[in-house]
């Protein structure tokens, strides 16, 4: 079973960046991260995801170019840089792991969830 806590959300203005964490309780190696984003009455929607156990990365359209994930292993860590965020980007933020990164944008297909971090980014 692995447990993953999300850290590292705010309020900010636009324009400005914040680095969300992900902490797994245990060795997430050879795992898929995904961190997802779910806004009021929207539905929840996969904006990146990194392969532990090589470099692969996966991004959302709509992050492309603004948004980087990266990974400690030593710290078991995979972490979230979101730069130039706007107002759309508000959102409770979720970490989550499963095993490979098929259909990484699919939330159903993820077994592990963190309990989320809220960003909210005002105009």
């Known amino acids: 079973q692995v447990q993953l806590v999300e850290s590292g959300g705010g309020s900010v203005q636009t324009g400005r960046s914040l680095r969300l964490s992900c902490v797994a309780s245990?060795?997430?190696?050879?795992?898929?991260i995904g961190w997802f984003r779910q806004a009021p009455g929207k539905e929840r929607e996969g904006i990146a995801a990194?392969?532990?156990?090589?470099?692969?990365?996966y991004f959302n359209d709509s992050v492309k170019g603004r948004f980087a994930i990266s990974q400690d292993s030593a710290k078991n860590t995979v972490y979230l840089q979101m730069n130039s965020l706007q107002p759309e980007d508000t959102a409770m933020y979720y970490c989550?792991?499963?095993?490979?990164?098929?259909?990484?944008?699919?939330?159903?297909?993820?077994?592990?969830w963190g309990q989320g971090t809220q960003v909210t980014v005002s105009s």
């Open positions: 245990a060795s997430a190696s050879s795992y898929c």
């Open positions: 990194i392969n532990t156990g090589g470099p692969s990365t």
């Open positions: 989550a792991a499963k095993w490979g990164c098929f259909r990484w944008y699919d939330g159903a297909s993820y077994k592990h």
